[in-house]
């Protein structure tokens, strides 16, 4: 099964890992891999997908406020000792998607540089988390 999809892209059908994934382009241009988990439970593959979708526009659109969420779930936790602590807005400027993945009920998942940590975000767009990978 194929879907192009005006907000994801083209998207491919995996049915050994009950998924489907793609590209999309991160605000800065890059190309970056994305997969959609199917779940039957939780409704027909154009429902999910639509989810998807919604949660990709509003992270979009909120991407500044969740990269300084993020950021600040950061600051202090992950940097050496030898590294003064910097601040949010630093952090949240060398924050570099390397991944988005999508729940069925359309949570986003975002990874960050290299998939090292990772942003959750709910189905309502409310910042959940900031994960250790």
């Known amino acids: 099964?194929?879907?192009d999809d005006p907000v994801l892209g083209p998207l491919k059908w995996n049915s050994q890992e009950n998924t489907f994934f793609g590209t999309s382009q991160d605000t800065l241009g890059n190309r970056?891999?994305?997969a959609v988990w199917f779940d039957s439970a939780a409704g027909g593959s154009d429902e999910?997908?639509?989810r998807a979708r919604l949660s990709l526009q509003r992270f979009r659109t909120r991407e500044r406020e969740y990269r300084l969420l993020s950021a600040a779930g950061l600051n202090g936790v992950r940097w050496p000792t030898k590294i003064t602590t910097?601040?949010?807005e630093d952090v949240a400027n060398w924050l570099l998607v390397s991944a988005f993945r999508f729940l069925p009920d359309g949570t986003l998942r975002v990874y960050w540089y290299k998939g090292a940590f990772m942003t959750e975000i709910a189905p309502n767009g409310?910042?959940?988390r900031l994960w250790f990978c």
């Open 1 to 3: 099964m194929h879907i």
């Open 32 to 34: 970056v891999p994305l």
């Open 48 to 50: 999910i997908v639509a």
């Open 86 to 88: 910097m601040a949010e």
């Open 126 to 128: 409310e910042f959940v």
